[in-house]
């Protein structure tokens, strides 16, 4: 799943611990942090420490995978010539 900005990450772990039937109470205590720093995390805020998010990502079962982003090989002047216009 590609993350954006904090609001994509908050809203991904909120839909996840959903799915897990687990309340905030219930996966900031195994998380090991406070049900209002998960609220704060939960709701996008884009100060959340990184370390407590890794521990909020690990008690949800899930690992985060970064990587280059791939080169787009659309090209749109091509795509345009199809059908027989000029892009320019």
Not at 2 to 26: C, F, I, K, P
Not at 63 to 71: A, K, L, M, S
């Amino acid at each position: 799943m590609r993350l954006s900005n904090a609001d994509d990450l908050g809203v991904y772990l909120r839909e996840r611990r959903h799915a897990a039937s687990m309340t905030q109470a219930q996966l900031a205590a195994r998380a090991r942090v406070s049900r209002r720093w998960l609220t704060d995390l939960e709701a996008g805020k884009a100060t959340a420490e990184v370390g407590l998010v890794f521990r909020v990502v690990a008690a949800l079962g899930l690992f985060i995978d970064v990587r280059p982003e791939p080169e787009s090989d659309f090209d749109l002047d091509a795509y345009l010539d199809s059908f027989g216009g000029s892009s320019t």
